[in-house]
Structure formats: C-alpha cells, structure tokens
C-alpha cells in the first residue's frame, strides 16, 4: 500500500504545476477553501486577529481537553459488544433497533457544527426515509423480494438494497453535479478568453497589493522541464510497478490513465476553483466502470478499484495543490516552498496513512456493518465495481426499480435547487447527504442534528461570538474525540480491556 501510495500521489503533485500561474493569475480562480485559509493566517497577523485568535484558542483548548476526558470516561463503559454510551437507546429500544439513538461522539456533533444546516437536515430526512420507512417495509418482504435463509450481509438481502439505493443517489447527484461542473468549467474558459483583453482598472491599493501578490507568485519559479520530466518518470515508473503489485490492471490500462490524467486534473481542479467541489471521486466512479466493463468477470472488480483509486488520488491532490497555491498567492509564500511543503506532506501521508490504516484494522473491527467503524463507502465501492462486471443481474428483486427512482429523484432535486426560487430552492435536501445514513444509519444524522442545534442556539443567544466561536469549539471536539482514539488503540494491542459493559435491556429479560 506505502508503494502504491508513493507511485500513484507524486503524478498529481506534478500534473498541474506547469499551468498553476493561468489559474490563479491569469483566471483569477477563487478557490474559495484556499481564500478563506489564506483571509484567516492573515488576520491572525493583525491587531484585531491578535485579540480574536486568542479567543478562538483558549475556546478550542477548553472543548478540546472536554471532549478527550469524556471519551476516557466513555470508555470503561465500553467492555462487549454493544456495550457504552455509543450504544445509549436514546428514544427507546425499538427505535435503537432501527439506528435511531444519539451516541454521544463529539466527533459527529463537531462535524454537525461545522456543517450547514441543510446538510444536516438533509442527513436526518435521508435516516428517516431509510431506517424509519423503507427498511421496515423491505424487510417485511422477507422471502418474496429476497430468501429467507440468507445472511444479512449478502448483497442478495435487504443490505443489497441499503447499499444500491445509496449508490444511485450518489451517482445520480455526482453525474449531476459532475455534468454541471464541466459545463461552467468551459463556459467559465470561453468567457475568460473572450474577454482577455477588457480589464477594469482596479483602485491604485488594490492594484499595489495584486501586483505584489503576482510578482512573489511569479518569481520563485517552478521549472516546466522539471515537472514535464517528473510526471514522465513517475508515470513509467507507475507503470512498471502497479501491474506487478496487482496483475489484473494491465500495464496497458496504467498508460491510458496516465494519457487521459492531466486533462481530467485540470477539468477537476478549475471547477473546483469555481465551486469549491472536488469532483475527485466522480472522476474515480467513471474510471472504476469502464475499467471494471474493459477488464471482465474474472479481473474486473480488482482493476476497477484499483484504477478508480489511480485516477481519484491524482485529481484530488491536483486540486488541493492549488487550493493551497491559491493561498500562498493571497499570503505572499514562495509558491516553491508550497510545493516542496506539499513533497514533504505527501511523502509522510503516503508512510503514516497505511500504517494508521492497519493499526485501525489490527485493532477494531473495521468494516463490521454492525460496529463502530463501519466503512461504508468500501461497500459502495466495491459494490459499484460488481455493478460494472455482472450488469444489473447483480441487483436483488425490485432493487433496479427503487435505483432509477432515486438516480431521477436526486438529478431533479439538484435540478430543482438550481432553477428554483432563492428561498425555497435552498432549502432542496441534498441527494449525496441523504445517502450516507442509508448505509450508516439514523444516529449518525441525530448526532450532526445535535451539532446543528448548538450552532442555532448559539447564534440566538450571541450573535457576535458565535460565528467566532463556532469553528474553534467544535474543532476542539472532533480533535479531543478523535485524539483519545491513538491510546484506546494502544490500550487494545496489549489487551488491556474496559472494566465495565454497560448495556440496554428490556424489563422482561431482566
């Protein structure tokens, strides 16, 4: 995995460098993630930032240290299987037998508070169409739709239709939105090349800083042999090296991938500059089909995932490559030092995240559909690779029929957002949100609604502080949360268990 990492990442560290300077100087692309990192380093160097940067600090560092004692706390409840506050039946027993409790993770009510309000709510309508409609009634159709003596885990059974269903809102939103991007992205060219030559004249402030800005961008240059050499090397070395890390991707396809690469990269990253969607994972779903269709039964489901991972990792460190140019243009950085930053980065992410992968695998029970680290995007993944093999007789009974309907529902709901009135087309739920909980559940949506409440309360209570104060303080939970993960995995390598198992019963088997 460390060597796929190293092969497949540094080809789209370089694929964009030679252009980096049409994107941000000539097309003046947003970026909108790289402007507001770059608009928040820059106020923390001003007076006003001082006072405001010390507030969101010591916010982060309280809720921080917070939510690390209450995951310690959590955890010597946690001693069997569904055992702790993770598995708290909030609502009542019946409704935690569908998914629908609150779990008390700071990390998911963080994320809430850090997400819109449409986001979550679209999470929360997608729980209760799923788990509280759907699931019920599918599951009463129990050796009609799909046989009895069936393991619920089998794409054969209801969890076929969980993970389908999902897939075809995912599908259905990303084509849309995918389709949408390209369309922009090229309007967006032609009107820039139209107009080339009709500049406004900016105010002499404005210009000073912009032509400052442009000259450190433009004067630590990135040599164009060095990267066309670069990307060269390492997509032969690529190559050579993936067909014999899994031999049913070809070396054949590797090229083809590489060839077709830097015009999706670019396609990914200038919408991206747009919109601020990293469009990355449809590009990947595109290459895992066709490769999985090219390639056959036999193979075909290996080389999907692994093209679909080539493809996926190159557009979106393309992309985050010049989100971050975008912000070393703003803050006046070398965008060389940029580059060497991301080198070093990327070097380290490509050792550190197997190694954090395997110790999350060597320790908990990874991919589990009914524990705590359910990775349910492996499913669709892995789901959408069968799909592109086997065509649809993959599908359990009536599962195609539900398919089309949620595809059509999630194209016309992104449709309906974009035509639709100010006020009420902003309020159109979110087809790619309301897939998650399809396959995760309720409690994941109850826990970004809890997040969500927080943020509204607040906003009534003070609103001056809390558009401060928000980002920090719910940082600091996801990051105490998620810090308490590295010593519960230590205390499990040397079997060192929870005294206690707190668990729910019913009176009656008491």
């Known amino acids: 995995m460390i060597g796929f990492l190293f092969v497949v990442s540094f080809v789209g560290l370089l694929c964009l460098v030679p252009i980096r300077k049409i994107m941000i100087i000539d097309y003046k692309l947003s970026y909108p993630s790289g402007t507001a990192t770059a608009v928040l380093i820059n106020g923390f160097h001003s007076a006003k930032g001082d006072k405001m940067t010390k507030k969101q600090v010591h916010g982060f560092t309280k809720f921080f240290s917070l939510s690390f004692v209450w995951s310690f706390f959590q955890w010597f409840f946690a001693g069997g299987d569904q055992c702790g506050f993770v598995f708290f039946p909030t609502f009542g027993l019946k409704a935690f037998k569908q998914s629908f409790y609150f779990d008390f993770s700071m990390t998911y009510v963080g994320a809430g508070m850090i997400c819109s309000h449409l986001v979550n709510l679209s999470l929360l309508l997608g729980a209760v169409l799923s788990w509280g409609v759907m699931w019920p009634l599918i599951g009463k159709k129990k050796g009609d739709w799909f046989p009895e003596n069936i393991k619920e885990t089998s794409m054969e059974s209801l969890n076929g239709y969980k993970i ?34 009709l500049q406004t004249a900016p105010d002499s402030k404005n210009q000073t800083l912009e032509a400052r800005r442009n000259e450190v961008f433009i004067r630590d240059t990135i ?25 049913p991707l070809k070396w054949y396809y590797v090229l083809v991938a590489y060839i077709f690469a830097p015009s999706l990269c670019f396609c990914n990253a200038y919408g991206a500059g747009l919109t601020d969607m990293n469009m990355a994972y449809n590009y990947g779903k595109v290459a895992l089909f066709v490769l999985a269709s090219m390639v056959g039964k036999e193979n075909g489901v290996v080389a999907g995932l692994i093209g679909c991972g080539l493809i996926k990792s190159m557009a979106s460190i393309s992309s985050d490559l010049m989100h971050d140019f975008k912000t070393g243009h703003l803050t006046l ?66 599962c195609l029929h539900l398919c089309y309907g949620f595809f059509g529902f999630a194209v016309l709901a992104n449709f309906l957002r974009d035509v639709g009135p100010g006020k009420s087309g902003k309020w159109v739920p979110l087809p790619m949100a309301m897939a998650v909980p399809f396959l995760v559940g309720a409690y994941f949506a109850i826990d970004m609604c809890v997040g969500s409440l927080v943020v ?39 079997k060192i268990s929870p005294p206690i198992c707190m668990n729910f019963l019913p009176s009656k088997s008491n």
């Open 333 to 398: 950085t070398s965008p060389r030092s940029m580059l060497v930053s991301q080198v070093i980065g990327t070097a380290i992410g490509c050792i550190v995240a197997p190694l954090t992968f395997f110790l999350f695998y060597k320790t908990f029970d990874v991919g589990n559909p009914n524990g705590e680290y359910k990775a349910p995007y492996a499913l669709v993944y892995r789901n959408m690779a069968i799909l592109g093999v086997e065509g649809f007789s993959a599908l359990p009974h009536h």
């Open 223 to 247: 040599p164009f042999w060095l990267a066309l050499v670069g990307y060269i090397l390492f997509s032969i070395i690529s190559i050579i090296v993936i067909p014999i890390m899994f031999p």
């Open 456 to 494: 509204y309360v607040w906003h009534r209570i003070d609103k001056v502080r809390a558009p401060v104060m928000v980002p920090a303080v719910a940082s600091g939970l996801i990051c105490g949360d998620g810090l308490w993960i590295l010593p519960s995995c230590i205390l499990a390598l040397f």
């Open 164 to 197: 389908f269903i999902s897939i075809a809102l995912i599908l259905g939103d990303g084509l849309y939105n995918f389709c949408k991007t390209l369309w922009f992205t090229f309007r967006s060219m032609h009107s820039a090349f139209k107009k080339k030559n």
